[in-house]
């Protein structure tokens, strides 16, 4: 339930428009850059990167966790996968919002951080 969950509430988000989502994106680098170690802008953007790392290992984790790990593993691979890359593609679609092979790659990036916690833990 969790993953599907997780899933759902990740498909919303990255279906924003482009404008809503870099308003947040700069709100929370405001909120985080009076620590002094980064600027504004350059936080911004390391935290959209980020993001994407984050929502694809939560989103790998959570499948590992929940089927059967080794019986399943090229199936929910395939499927984290195939999201990524659909993810991406959609987004042409969003209005402000464009496909990026290197953030189909930090997707990817992601899903194997999700993975070995997941093989960790």
């Known amino acids: 339930m969790e993953c599907l969950l997780w899933f759902l509430l990740c498909t919303y988000l990255s279906h924003q428009p482009g404008e809503a989502t870099a308003a947040t994106s700069l709100h929370l680098a405001e909120l985080l850059g009076n620590t002094g170690f980064f600027e504004v802008g350059e936080l911004n953007g390391i935290l959209r990167k980020a993001a994407h790392v984050v929502t694809f290992a939560v989103l790998a984790f959570l499948l ?58």
Not at 93 to 102: A, E, I, L, N, T
Request: hydrophobic residues 55%; glycine residues 10%.
């Open 64 to 121: 590992y966790a929940t089927l059967d790990a080794w019986k399943m593993s090229k199936v929910w691979i395939g499927c984290v996968f195939v999201w990524a890359v659909v993810d991406e593609v959609t987004k042409v679609f969003v209005p402000g919002r464009h496909c990026s092979m290197c953030e189909i790659g930090l997707n990817m990036i992601g899903m194997m951080v999700g993975i070995v916690v997941g093989m960790i833990v």
